[in-house]
């Protein structure tokens, strides 16, 4: 609703609060509009190797939710936009949106993820004459594969020059959806928010980026203007110590610039993957494992990846347990090479009752029983604010953490005990350091540590096994401040294994924290 | 306005904070929000408004604000 009001006119200092959230065919939908077919919004699988373990909801698409919000503004255009990508936002997650409008020409919208900052908008307009004329749109065709540039070929002075053009029909779309007729906004400022989407997730970095500010400045749109939209974007640094990506850019119709952009994009690094050869350089071989049958719940990545390395390292048979990382299952499998023991893929939900189920009939069936369980997946983990309006999904996590540990032991602490095997729980050294951040996995971690005294005084033939690994260099942590400290998940692997081929393990729950 | 002040402005921008007030003891477990994402986003912050450069993660090791403000009039932050 537009409101009556002088040009300069003042409006409500007070910030309106309101709720967004996204859903995947948001993210489709968007993604179709705009062509950024960066797989970090669209793809389940590359999501999770990622530390955001998900798919994330396109940062631009946040910010055209957050304009569908302003109150209405016929009269005037947008002539800037500055933008903070703060925090990765997540599909399904209710976010408030607060949006204050000082003036007709300013308005600033921040969503919040309960006390978090997520993003923060600042759209400034300008007076809109009546003669201004709304140019359409092309479409184009660009890219259709994320480029995939590492650090070395980001190379201040480098240029990137193509054709841009949204999709038409679902560039309709996306503005019905979010409402964002009559914002100030015209299909050629929407255009030009989703061309800078573009250029930082399919072109400059391309797949690794993480969007993380950008400022878009409007050109208006007087005069007979071409329909194409072209684009000329050029690195202006690679900031090392932070892995920032600047670059700059115009969009231009024929010889208008119809907008200049500057863009800031984190370029994430090359997933942390466990290697085989440091692995034996730690962990010699020895007899005392060889025949061994393990079952390694979330075994596809990061701890859970070298472990089942090392595990068949040392001649066991070890079932990888994954449930969506395929690829990242079979380079483990493949790893192997001529080492002794054997790694078998079990794809599947751990937290599935009939899963769980069906794994033990098969275990016992081919090799009557098993040995080694470890569990070690966990559902993904965000931060999460402990505040009552957070619970749900408190409780949901922790819903996931416990079955995801409890059904596998459930099904399978009877074979253990009757082989005396060991029962493995992958918790954290959180659980003594409790980070402000994650209250939700520490609880979580607890409580199936509590689970684990449960089992070893029910089940006394049965070892038991409690890890606290210090952050570990994972997919998890794999971002510019997040690597810094974090242990190779080989060592950790190396240090678990060690404890489970000791001779004579000792009674009760062993807790395993130094590494 | 006074280095302090534009200090205090960056942090309050940083943490979407419009009532934090810095103390030279304060330290990062003194002001919430101080995460991995806040801290870079704090240190870009701060290389923009005084037009310094830190090397590598020195911001993580002062050991407070009092020595953050040491360590920008050494720079000769404008």
Redesign the interface.
């Known amino acids: 609703m537009g409101l009556p009001e002088p040009s300069s006119g003042s409006r409500s200092s007070l910030p309106r609060k309101t709720t967004v959230s996204f859903t995947t065919q948001d993210l489709a939908q968007f993604s179709a509009a705009s062509r950024d077919r960066n797989p970090l919004h669209i793809s389940e699988e590359y999501a999770r190797t990622t530390p955001y373990g998900e798919p994330v909801v396109f940062g631009m698409l946040g910010v055209l939710a957050a304009l569908g919000r302003l109150s209405d503004r016929h009269d005037r255009l947008l002539q800037r936009t500055s933008i903070e990508f703060r925090n990765p936002l997540a599909v399904g997650i209710p976010y408030r949106l607060e949006v204050s409008e000082p003036t007709t020409d300013r308005a600033i919208v921040k969503l919040y993820d309960a006390t978090r900052l997520m993003l923060k908008a600042t759209f400034t307009f300008m007076p809109r004459h009546g003669d201004t004329r709304e140019t359409p749109v092309q479409e184009a065709a660009c890219s259709t594969e994320a480029a995939d540039l590492k650090k070395e070929n980001l190379l201040a002075g480098t240029r990137v020059t193509g054709a841009y053009g949204p999709a038409t029909t679902e560039l309709a779309e996306v503005i019905r959806r979010w409402k964002l007729s009559g914002k100030g906004a015209t299909a050629r400022h929407i255009s030009a928010m989703m061309w800078a989407s573009f250029v930082v997730g399919m072109e400059l970095p391309g797949k690794r980026a993480v969007f993380w500010r950008l400022e878009l400045t409007f050109h208006a749109e007087d005069g007979p203007q071409e329909n194409l939209l072209r684009y000329d974007v050029t690195i202006q640094d690679f900031d090392e110590r932070l892995d920032l990506l600047h670059t700059t850019g115009m969009l231009s119709a024929g010889t208008t610039i119809c907008a200049a952009a500057e863009m800031w994009a984190f370029v994430r690094q090359d997933s942390p993957q466990s290697s085989l050869t440091r692995l034996t350089d730690l962990l010699p071989r020895s007899e005392q494992l060889k025949g061994k049958v393990a079952l390694v719940i979330g075994g596809s990545r990061g701890l859970g990846a070298a472990i089942t390395q090392a595990l068949a390292s040392q001649g066991c048979t070890v079932f990888l347990n994954y449930h969506q990382c395929t690829t990242e299952a079979e380079r483990i499998r493949m790893s192997l090479g001529s080492t002794f023991g054997t790694i078998e893929l079990v794809q599947g939900d751990a937290s599935d009752i009939q899963w769980g189920r069906t794994v033990r009939q098969n275990l016992i069936e081919r090799y009557g029983g098993l040995d080694l369980l470890i569990c070690n997946a966990s559902p993904p983990i965000r931060p999460l604010p402990f505040v009552p309006e957070k619970f749900t999904q408190f409780q949901d996590f922790l819903a996931q953490s416990a079955a995801m540990a409890g059904i596998p032991m459930s099904a399978l602490l009877s074979t253990l005990d009757a082989r005396s095997g060991w029962n493995v729980f992958i918790s954290s050294a959180f659980v003594k350091d409790l980070p402000p951040e994650w209250p939700h996995y520490v609880t979580a971690k607890c409580a199936i540590e509590g689970l684990m005294h449960w089992a070893a005084a029910h089940y006394p033939k049965v070892h038991s096994l409690i890890v606290r690994p210090p952050k570990l260099l994972t997919d998890q942590t794999n971002t510019t401040v997040g690597r810094q400290g974090a242990m190779p998940v080989e060592q950790a692997a190396a240090a678990i294994v060690n404890r489970l081929a000791c001779p004579e393990p000792s009674q009760g729950v062993q807790i395993l924290d130094v590494f | 306005m006074e280095l302090h002040d534009r200090l205090e402005e960056v942090f309050r921008q940083v943490f979407?904070n419009e009532t934090l007030t810095l103390t030279d003891e304060m330290t990062a477990p003194d002001i919430e929000?101080w995460?991995?994402?806040a801290?870079?986003?704090l240190?870009?912050g701060i290389e923009q408004a005084f037009g310094i450069r830190?090397?590598?993660?020195e911001l993580a090791d002062m050991k407070n604000i009092g020595e953050l403000k040491h360590f920008l009039v050494d720079k000769g932050a404008r």
């Open positions: 979407d929000g995460d991995s994402v801290h870079i986003n240190m870009f830190f090397k590598g993660n």
